[in-house]
């Protein structure tokens, strides 16, 4: 059976070390990859690139090919697939085939999660969300993110453990969204996160990030979970 490969990659210090990560990208990452970084403010487009860079490489180790011949091939539902897009549902391909992996990518308070699965069937799909609980305090979230029945949920949560519980929820609706493909383009507020097959939260001891970061998984299909944790190791 495919195993669920959960990686976590540490924030990456900017102090004197971009430069020799801009060259890095430079070698190994596409122009389409290389051209979003640009366009991003410096210090997104330094986070971007380390969470390409540590993704390609993990999606290399993990297929047994050179990370420099991996060509992105990501899939928006706007935009579709192919070589020149580079946004949406992640995924390569090597000599013009697509890659047998599965692959999600979430980013939060400067840590990134990878997860993957190798071996992937065709139509296996996943989708992973780290979140912030300090991110998920400002008004309106509820009425924004939660169906009402979630909010009616949260009524029963002590009053300081409120961002946990909305952070957990978050994380598990981006994930189920990033599994099916749509993100945000559906509603949040209209996802119940409870009991769905395949969602599950990731604790701190399976992805090697803060105890405090919420985190969750979606997969499409039956998947035995391995999570090896640690900052970049397996
Ligand atoms: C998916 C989404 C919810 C993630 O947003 P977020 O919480 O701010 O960011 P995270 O760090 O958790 O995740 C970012 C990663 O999600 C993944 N992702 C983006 N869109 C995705 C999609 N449609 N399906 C699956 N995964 C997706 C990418 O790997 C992205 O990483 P990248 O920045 O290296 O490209 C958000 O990007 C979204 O709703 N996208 C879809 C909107 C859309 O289709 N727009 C049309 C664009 S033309």
Request: charged content about 20%; hydrophobic content about 40%.
């Given at each position: 059976m495919a195993q669920c490969e959960v990686r976590a990659i540490p924030p990456f210090l900017l102090s004197g070390k971009d430069s020799g990560m801009q060259e890095e990208a430079e070698g190994l990452l596409d122009s389409v990859e290389l051209a979003r970084a640009k366009a991003l403010p410096p210090a997104a487009g330094i986070a971007f690139l380390a969470g390409r860079l540590a993704q390609r490489r993990l999606a290399a180790e993990l297929l047994s090919?050179?990370?420099?011949?991996l060509t992105v091939a990501y899939s928006c539902?706007?935009?579709?697939?192919?070589?020149?897009v580079g946004h949406g549902r992640p995924g390569y391909s090597y000599r013009g085939a697509p890659v047998p992996l599965a692959l999600s990518l979430s980013r939060a308070a400067g840590w990134t999660l990878l997860v993957a699965v190798v071996d992937a069937s065709p139509g296996t799909r996943l989708g992973a969300d780290i979140e912030d609980?300090?991110?998920?305090?400002?008004?309106?979230f509820d009425g924004l993110a939660l169906t009402p029945a979630e909010r009616r949920n949260l009524r029963n949560v002590r009053v300081e453990l409120l961002p946990a519980a909305r952070a957990r929820l978050w994380a598990r609706k981006e994930a189920w969204l990033k599994m099916t493909g749509d993100g945000l383009r559906?509603?949040?507020?209209?996802?119940?996160?409870?009991?769905?097959?395949?969602l599950r939260d990731l604790g701190p001891a399976e992805t090697g990030l803060p105890a405090h970061l919420a985190a969750a998984v979606a997969l499409s299909g039956p998947v035995q979970a391995s999570g090896s944790g640690g900052s970049g190791s397996s």
């Amino acid at each position: 059976m495919a195993q669920c490969e959960v990686r976590a990659i540490p924030p990456f210090l900017l102090s004197g070390k971009d430069s020799g990560m801009q060259e890095e990208a430079e070698g190994l990452l596409d122009s389409v990859e290389l051209a979003r970084a640009k366009a991003l403010p410096p210090a997104a487009g330094i986070a971007f690139l380390a969470g390409r860079l540590a993704q390609r490489r993990l999606a290399a180790e993990l297929l047994s090919l050179p990370a420099a011949d991996l060509t992105v091939a990501y899939s928006c539902p706007q935009c579709g697939t192919g070589p020149g897009v580079g946004h949406g549902r992640p995924g390569y391909s090597y000599r013009g085939a697509p890659v047998p992996l599965a692959l999600s990518l979430s980013r939060a308070a400067g840590w990134t999660l990878l997860v993957a699965v190798v071996d992937a069937s065709p139509g296996t799909r996943l989708g992973a969300d780290i979140e912030d609980p300090s991110r998920t305090g400002f008004d309106g979230f509820d009425g924004l993110a939660l169906t009402p029945a979630e909010r009616r949920n949260l009524r029963n949560v002590r009053v300081e453990l409120l961002p946990a519980a909305r952070a957990r929820l978050w994380a598990r609706k981006e994930a189920w969204l990033k599994m099916t493909g749509d993100g945000l383009r559906t509603a949040p507020s209209t996802v119940d996160v409870s009991g769905r097959p395949g969602l599950r939260d990731l604790g701190p001891a399976e992805t090697g990030l803060p105890a405090h970061l919420a985190a969750a998984v979606a997969l499409s299909g039956p998947v035995q979970a391995s999570g090896s944790g640690g900052s970049g190791s397996s």
